[in-house]
């Protein structure tokens, strides 16, 4: 089976850099995804790490350790409209049609 | 920008009543899923489909659930008999193909059962 562990909730100032980290257990790994999900929204596609190291995409980079079954999602210049919770997500092994195994997320509050 | 639609947005019903929830995967995508996320709670893995048949479930899915593509468009999760447990936001997602990474999700349907 699969699990993975982040932190229940995170708070950080507007304009500051915060880290929400994921540590994952599965029986088989893939790639390890980021989305994001506001309130009575649904979860949006921010990052995918297949490979160790860091991806970058605008404010917002995901990193990924396989040796350490490790990730993190590193949100830069935040903004107000970043509170959300965000969700590391693990791919299985391949086969065409895996679906995603999301962790518990992580609930993310900016304040001014 | 294409995106996944889903119907209805709001589901009210009585224990025990079926339901259908429908949504409308992205034109050119070939891998349709079906989540649920209980209020407060993470995004749980119900179903997946591709070329019309079942590709994996969880132990969420049981009999009271099936899904169906009735046309070259709509992607339908039924719920036959509804139990009070059931009660949850409902995701329709779809992928592109096999190498894909990111999938799409669709706004939800809330369901509340009574």
């Known amino acids: 089976g699969q699990s993975l562990e982040q932190p229940s909730e995170v708070t950080a100032v507007e304009g500051a850099i915060v880290q929400i980290n994921c540590t994952y257990q599965t029986s088989g790994f893939y790639g390890l995804s980021w989305y994001q999900q506001h309130d009575g929204g649904a979860p949006t596609f921010l990052s995918y790490?297949?490979?160790?190291g860091l991806e970058e995409t605008g404010r917002f980079s995901s990193f990924l350790s396989r040796s350490d079954s490790y990730g993190y999602l590193l949100l830069q210049e935040l903004q107000m409209k970043d509170s959300a919770s965000y969700f590391c997500a693990v791919r299985p092994p391949l086969t065409g049609n895996t679906p995603l195994v999301f962790g518990k997320g992580t609930r993310l509050s900016v304040i001014a | 920008e294409p995106e996944v639609t889903q119907t209805p947005s709001h589901q009210v019903t009585q224990m025990g009543q079926e339901v259908i929830l429908r949504c409308v995967p992205i034109?050119?995508?070939?891998?349709f899923y079906w989540y649920r996320q209980i209020l407060g709670q993470k995004v749980e893995f119900l179903v997946s489909?591709?070329?019309?048949?079942?590709?994996?479930k969880s132990e969420i899915f049981d009999d009271q659930f099936s899904v169906e593509r009735p046309d070259g468009s709509n992607f339908t999760l039924k719920i036959r008999s509804t139990k009070l447990e059931d009660s949850a936001m409902y995701f329709c997602?779809?992928?592109?193909?096999?190498?894909?990474?990111?999938?799409?999700f669709g706004p939800g349907t809330r369901l509340t059962v009574l």
């Open positions: 997602a779809s992928k592109m193909g096999a190498s894909g990474n990111e999938q799409f």
């Open positions: 790490n297949g490979l160790d």
């Open positions: 489909f591709y070329n019309n048949e079942i590709s994996e």
């Open positions: 034109s050119n995508h070939l891998y």
